[in-house]
């Protein structure tokens, strides 16, 4: 197998913001086009980025400009500069595709210009010759959040993911809303938009929803977990459940190995081997103890309420098993000093929240309706704040970065398996059990490269240490390699 494989950049166009024709200048003669501009002469560096904390896809590309991209208009044979010509002032669109060494295509160049817009040029620098700079693209849904025609004003009334499928659709005028992944919610939000930036209230909604599951002991999420995910890859939106994310079931996940060994022949059942690699653990017992991601008590406060009834009292701790998903062998362990007498985390943290009561808007109530259920919460505070909070801290908390070979099939949220050679002085040298291998989650993803060599740089994370080898585990390894 290859390590160093070619990245095929098979369309990379920008489209100039002018029609072509009378000096560049906009005309109304029907005749007259936008004209395209390819860009892959100056075999450019590519960058593509996904992170399940972004909600647009992100193309960087380092361009060197040699004053002979785009035809002169002055009547002569000659040729000028992209920046010269007018080119990359911003929002123009952008067409792109690139392919990995197997076929599989990253493809953002709809031609009706649904996908890449141009954020910005930096950099620039001008030589005798020559002129080099980047430019960015981004999502177009990046731009069309920011307009104020696309604002959330409108009553928002249901389940948090029909509520997220709404806003796709009908504020920020996705064309991808119909291919969002959504793992469906258990409670639901009534409220008004108030002006929020689509994607500003997508990111608060993640926070309060709560996905129907049964927790280890069989019972319902409600109460036990919390928090989701709002990003975009190269195919879609995703709103996805923390907890399902990290769940193995019907999924084939992709196995990288890393060695010391130089022929390029893998063991079999691993689909690449990890070219580099560098571990963080990132647990920071003092900063989880302050920030009540151990146990906390949360104080919730109703104004609406008599006066004995107007504090509810929830107190939450972190389970050493987490919340019965997939994880490693070593789950971190506190000292029994901070336990009770129950064995549970003790509280370290009070956070007090006002109930989120007031006059709501559910489904056509009248007003007389909405003032009579003021009191009735829009949704249980209890069940979500230091849920959601544990939740979040506890599936990334342990971080690696590996570069790979480019594959093109791999994008933000999915799971891959690694397998790190054990830290030690035997002579025979196996995969560590205890160390790093293990599954993790992309968090972040980078294929870059050019027509010579291309990579994918992968961030993942997870909750625990070491490869959990259990009969189900094992099972799963043996299935899909």
């Not at 070219?275 to 017992?285: K, N, P, V």
């Not at 009292?313 to 029994?336: E, F």
């Not at 035997?426 to 993803?445: C, Q």
């Not at 490269?449 to 080898?469: E, I, N």
């Amino acid at each position: 197998m290859a390590v160093e494989q070619s990245l095929k950049l098979n369309i990379f166009e920008i489209e100039s913001n002018f029609l072509t024709g009378n000096s560049g200048e906009n005309t109304d003669n029907t005749e007259e086009r936008n004209q395209l501009v390819d860009l892959r002469s100056g075999a450019p560096l590519i960058e593509y980025r996904e992170s399940i904390f972004s909600p647009f896809v992100e193309v960087t590309a380092y361009l060197v400009d040699t004053g002979n991209t785009v035809q002169s208009e002055d009547g002569s044979d000659s040729a000028i500069g992209l920046l010269e010509a007018g080119y990359c002032q911003g929002t123009e669109k952008v067409f792109f595709q690139i392919e990995d060494s197997n076929g599989i295509k990253i493809n953002l160049a709809n031609q009706d210009g649904e996908d890449l817009r141009l954020a910005s040029v930096t950099s620039t620098r001008q030589g005798f010759q020559n002129q080099t700079f980047i430019i960015t693209a981004v999502s177009k849904e990046a731009f069309d959040n920011t307009l104020l025609d696309n604002r959330c004003t409108m009553q928002y009334s249901g389940r948090i993911s029909d509520i997220v499928s709404g806003i796709l659709q009908h504020d920020l005028k996705s064309a991808k809303w119909g291919g969002t992944y959504f793992d469906e919610t258990m409670n639901e939000y009534h409220e008004w938009g108030n002006g929020r930036y689509p994607f500003e209230m997508l990111l608060d909604l993640q926070q309060l929803a709560i996905p129907i599951i049964q927790t280890e002991d069989a019972d319902s999420a409600l109460g036990k977990t919390a928090g989701y995910l709002f990003w975009q890859t190269s195919e879609r939106y995703h709103f996805r459940s923390l907890d399902k994310l990290f769940d193995v079931t019907d999924k084939r996940i992709k196995r990288y190995i890393e060695n010391k060994k130089a022929e390029p022949n893998l063991p079999e059942g691993f689909q690449g081997k990890i070219l580099w690699s560098t571990s963080t653990r990132s647990i920071d017992a003092l900063a989880q103890f302050e920030s009540g991601a151990r146990g906390g008590r949360l104080y919730v406060y109703n104004p609406l309420k008599e006066s004995e009834e107007q504090c509810y009292v929830k107190d939450l701790s972190a389970k050493d098993s987490g919340n019965g998903i997939i994880a490693g062998k070593l789950l971190p362990r506190i000292n029994d000093e901070y336990r009770d007498e129950n064995g549970d985390p003790v509280l370290t943290m009070r956070l007090t929240s006002r109930a989120a009561v007031g006059q709501t808007v559910k489904g056509n109530e009248t007003i007389e309706m909405q003032v009579e259920k003021t009191g009735d919460p829009n949704y249980e505070v209890q069940n979500i704040f230091l849920q959601a909070t544990q939740n979040y801290r506890q599936k990334m908390s342990v971080s690696i970065q590996i570069t790979i070979a480019a594959d093109f099939s791999l994008h933000a949220g999915d799971l891959i398996y690694c397998e790190f050679e054990e830290m030690t002085t035997s002579k025979t040298v196996r995969g560590s059990r205890f160390r790093d291998s293990g599954i993790y989650m992309i968090a972040d993803l980078c294929h870059y490269g050019d027509v010579t060599k291309s990579f994918t740089g992968l961030h993942l994370v997870r909750d625990s240490f070491g490869a959990k080898v259990t009969e189900e585990v094992q099972a799963f390894i043996d299935d899909t390699g």
